[in-house]
Every structure is written in structure tokens, then in C-alpha cells.
């Protein structure tokens, strides 16, 4: 609190300015806390090529707009080391031209369609190929092919070794989409599990819990089945 007061009359506050603030903080702290209502996100950077197609992503909004809406197969930790998303494990072969992920098999999309390895593969294939308009398509230009193993396992082919590629695969183009997404105004996405749920389920879209997206702000409708997504915003 005396920290915290010192920095704010730093700034110029009043002793009483600054008192009020802090009071009113811990106020706010001490409450219960609510679950359901909104949250507003105002970005200091958007126009007219903001989109939610994240192979297309290159602004502040887009990136946190896309990490609301959609997952990864992994997740960079606090210290930028890959972890288990909509993936559930990965591992690379012993020379590490292949890497094989194997889904979660209770992931469901916003639409309450079933995610599996067909949805991860056509994903993942925007990013490769000549004729590619990913903007970080150069981040995978070693792989070759994604393959389907079954219904739940996929396998990246590449051409060469690459031991950094679940990392490069937790950024923010590589979101997860339902396979022949087109529409990218209102996309079904998958919202953010959580590692400390002892139930792995991924909620999709109900009349409690939703996700829409507003042309400058993200606005982000939650519930009780949100808790990974909320959980991710409070860390």
C-alpha cells in the first residue's frame, strides 16, 4: 500500500487522491467474485485490415482478439516453453524431422462440432505451400506435410530437423480453425481450456456462455465454462 502510494503521488497525486485510489482498490480486491457479465477491451491499434483469420493477424487487437476466440495445439508458459493446448502431448521423432500430436478428444467448437485431426490439418496447411499468404509461413517453411494418423493424432513431416517447432507453433498465427472456416466475421472458435481443471472438457457456444467479436473492441461474454479463458486473463 505505502509502495503503491508513492508511486501514484509521484505522478503528481494528492495524499488524499492517492489514499482514495488504493482504498478503493482493496475494496474492489475484498469482493466476491462474480462469475458471467462482460469485459471490455479497448486496443490502442486497429483499422481496416483487423481481422480474425489468423493466418492474416498482424496488429495488437488481432493478436489479442485471436488468443480469445481460438487455441493452439500448444501454449508458451511464462518462460516461452511449449505446453500441452489443444494438444495433449507432443514429441518429435529422434531426429526431429517429425513431430506427432496427439488431441484432446473433448474439444468442442463454439457450433458444438467436434474438433479433430481433419480441422488441425487444414489449419495448418494454410501456412505452407508456395501459394501460402500466411504471414508466418516462414516460420514452418521445414515442414512438408501435415498428416492425419487418425482421428485424434496428426504428424508434421519436415524437411529438415527442427527442434523448435511446437514453440513456433504457439504463436499467434496458428490458431486453431474448424476446417473450411470462410467466414471470418463471427468464426467458431475454441475457447481457452484450462491446465488447472481437473476436467479437460472445452465448452463451446451456449446461451451462457459466448464469444463475439466487436469492430474496435474485443468483447468477450463469459460464464462459469470460461473458467480457462478467465483464468488466462487474470494471470
Known sequence: RREVMGWLMAMGATVATAGSIVTAAGKALAQT???????RCAMALHGPSDTLDPQ?????IDYVRGRATYNNLVQLDDDIVPQPELAE??????NAREWTFKLRRDVEF???SKLTADDVVWTMNRHIGENSISKAKALVSTVKEWKKLDDYTVR???NSPNAD???????FHFRILKRETTDFSAPPGTPAPSRSRSSSKVCGRSTSATTT????VGQISTSSKYSGLLTRLRG
Open 110 to 112: 463454439h457450433d458444438g
Open 56 to 60: 492474416l493477424v498482424t496488429s495488437a
Open 156 to 158: 508434421a513431416i519436415l
Open 33 to 39: 467474485p462474480k462469475r458471467g457479465g462482460s469485459l
Open 165 to 171: 517447432l511446437p514453440a513456433a507453433l504457439g504463436t
Open 89 to 94: 502431448e507432443f514429441s518429435p521423432s529422434d
Open 213 to 216: 467479436i466487436g469492430e474496435a
